[in-house]
């Protein structure tokens, strides 16, 4: 079955840099659209990014310019490189990955900012 796995998440300080991966296996055919969620206590998850097969991102209004997604089709992982965090940032951050209209989740990496 597919497994999606990330890693990277951690604490890190106001102004700082994570480098988030998630690695996935089991897939029978190619993802069309990998891409992150995240989400906070009693709130919903929300899309921070995604990115197609032929390399097209798409960002949330509050990550554009801090955030960059990227994928390494041939490794099947794609990473979410996070620049800039503030306390807002703070969630668990989860892979998503969707496989002819399947769509998978990781168990999610928690990020955690400290002011």
């Known amino acids: 079955q597919v497994q999606l796995v990330e890693s990277g998440g951690g604490l890190v300080q106001a102004g700082g840099s994570l480098r988030l991966s998630c690695a996935a296996s089991?897939?029978?055919?190619?993802?069309?659209?990998m891409g992150w969620y995240r989400q906070v206590p009693g709130k919903q998850r929300e899309l921070v990014a995604k990115?197609?097969?032929?390399?097209?991102?798409n960002y949330a209004d509050p990550v554009k310019g801090r955030f960059t997604i990227s994928r390494d089709n041939a490794k099947n992982t794609v990473y979410l490189q996070i620049n800039s965090l503030t306390p807002e940032d703070t969630a668990v951050y989860y892979c998503?990955?969707?496989?002819?209209?399947?769509?998978?989740w990781g168990q999610g990496t928690q990020v955690t900012v400290s002011s």
């Open positions: 998503n990955a969707e496989e002819l209209g399947n769509y998978y």
């Open positions: 990115i197609t097969r032929g390399g097209t991102a």
């Open positions: 089991g897939n029978r055919f190619w993802f069309n659209v």
